[in-house]
Structures are given as structure tokens and as C-alpha cells.
């Protein structure tokens, strides 16, 4: 079975910010550890992230790779090259990766599994594409893209010669293009992001602030066993929450260790911080005996 990674881009200067963008609040969490956690529910294999060299980062999975980048300034070509050697050299050997930028507080695991599926699926798919590039409203988006794992000798070899853009890279590689049309036909997609709302990024204060005010994702939360008499209300409820802490909170439950979350019936979390999306549906059970 082919594996797929992630990459998240965490050591851009962030100078229209004027502050570290990883570490921006993001409903109880921050912003990197939302769109990392995204990131991981859209893949089956390891998450990296890289850093800049002697860059804080705010807490992340314990199963997120941490990896540093060794040279400053060289821009995201650099990031990309530190992040597919990664992924190229872990154990679990994933062929294709989803690499993004830090900014994305819209992005949905939809999308990240969209971007992937092209690599070996669709009526023109070929198994040497590689990368696969979005295009959205017009601007193409190499930081919410698709890449070859394979490719990071030849990025290495393009920054050693100056070529510091991923345009530079994209020139040299077999890539398919993915525009609106062609990502919408990803029904799962389609009915998640509809607006395809996750690559718009947040470079200065007012664009963070504009994301911030907007509602939390609409999930669906359920309570099984002894917890389904707590919080008042009964049965399923929808409410907005942006993380599996929140959610709980929502319905009367404290996430404590106590109590395990599945989110759309898939592996049991004990994480409050894991993101979640629009359409989910989150279930609490007890984690005593007999519950």
C-alpha cells in the first residue's frame, strides 16, 4: 500500500505578521497544531514539520517529526527540500507527500486527500506525475500541493544552483494540474469546502483577525454509556467547535483522560487539541471499566 505524508512549512519570517504565525491562538489551540492536525487526517503516514533554525514551536502531536532546517533565508524551496529528504528516509517510505505552509487555517483533510488521490487515480493519472498542482481562482498554489518524495535530490541540486522558487522545480517536473472543476469532482470535497476556502492563507493581522472571528466548524457530537445522561440534552447534538476539547466542553463532558473521542467512527482520540472540521461527528465514551 502506498504511503502518503505530510510537510507543513513552519519557518517562514512572517514579516507582514509581525509575529511567529505557528504560534497564533487558533480556537484553544494555535494555528500549527490545528493545521498539522488537519494535515495528519489526510494522510496515512508521518507528519514533519520544519522549523527554522532555533525556531520555538508551540506544542504539537507526540507523533509529529519535528525537523530542522539548517539554513536560513533560502525561502520554502529549502523547507521542501529538508521535509522530502524526511520523508524519503523514514521508515515507513511514503511515496508522495502534501506539502503546505503553516497560514492555512481553512484547510480541510478533504482536500489534502484530494490533492493526493491525483497521483494514482482520475481518467488522465499517470504513476510517473510528479506533483500535483492546485489552481484556485486563478493562482496556482505550490504550498498546497502534492510532491514525489523522490524529488528531493533534485531540489537539493536546484538550491545548490541558485534556483530558489518552486517554480523553478515545477519546471523540471512531470506535474498534473488541478483546477476548480477538477477538484470538485472530489465528492467528498465538494461537500466540505465547496468554496474551496482551504488554501486561503493569512499573511497580516487583518486577514488573522478576519479568520478568527469566523464561526467555529459545524460537527455533530454524540455520548455513549454512562455519559449519554450527562450535559442535560440527550442524543446527537450539532454544535460549533473547533477542537475535540471544545466539542466536549459544549456538551457538559470534561475531557480529562476519563473520556475517549472517535471522530467519524475512526480510532479512538484522548487528544483535546486534534482539529475538527466541518461534517464531523465526534463520539464520547468512557474510558473507566464498564463505561
Not at 106 to 135: K, N, Q, Y
Amino acid at each position: 500500500m502506498t504511503t502518503t505524508a505530510g510537510i507543513v512549512l513552519a519557518g517562514g519570517r512572517s514579516s507582514r505578521m509581525g509575529t511567529a504565525k505557528a504560534a497564533l491562538e487558533w480556537h484553544g489551540s494555535t494555528l500549527l497544531r490545528h493545521v498539522t492536525g488537519v494535515v495528519q487526517r489526510g494522510v496515512d503516514g508521518p507528519v514533519f514539520v520544519v522549523r527554522a533554525p532555533g525556531q520555538e514551536l508551540p506544542e504539537l502531536d507526540r507523533e509529529t517529526v519535528v525537523c530542522d532546517d539548517p539554513r536560513e533565508g533560502m525561502g520554502p524551496m529549502q523547507g521542501l527540500a529538508v521535509g522530502l529528504r524526511a520523508a524519503a528516509e523514514h521508515p515507513a517510505r511514503p511515496d508522495f507527500a502534501f506539502v503546505c505552509s503553516t497560514d492555512l487555517p481553512f484547510l480541510h483533510s478533504a482536500f489534502v486527500r484530494a490533492v493526493l488521490a491525483a497521483f494514482t487515480s482520475g481518467p488522465d493519472a499517470e504513476p510517473e506525475v510528479d506533483a500535483v498542482l492546485p489552481i484556485v481562482r486563478g493562482f496556482r498554489q505550490p504550498l498546497a500541493a502534492g510532491y514525489r518524495t523522490a524529488l528531493a535530490p533534485l531540489v537539493e541540486e536546484l538550491l545548490g544552483e541558485g534556483q530558489l522558487r518552486p517554480a523553478h522545480l515545477l519546471a523540471q517536473c512531470r506535474v498534473r494540474v488541478l483546477d476548480e472543476e477538477a477538484l470538485l469532482t472530489d465528492r467528498d470535497l465538494a461537500a466540505v469546502d465547496p468554496e474551496l476556502e482551504s488554501v486561503v492563507n493569512v499573511n497580516e493581522p487583518d486577514d488573522y483577525e478576519a479568520a478568527r472571528r469566523r464561526p467555529e466548524p459545524e460537527v455533530v457530537v454524540e455520548r455513549y454509556g454512562v455519559l449519554a445522561t450527562r450535559g442535560g440534552e440527550r442524543g446527537a447534538r450539532v454544535v460549533r467547535a473547533a477542537t475535540i476539547g471544545h466539542a466536549a466542553d459544549l456538551v457538559g463532558l470534561a475531557f480529562d483522560g476519563h473520556i475517549l473521542a472517535a471522530v467519524n467512527g475512526d480510532q479512538i482520540r484522548s487528544d483535546g487539541t486534534l482539529p475538527l472540521q466541518a461534517g464531523d461527528t465526534v463520539s464520547f465514551i468512557s474510558a473507566d471499566a464498564g463505561g
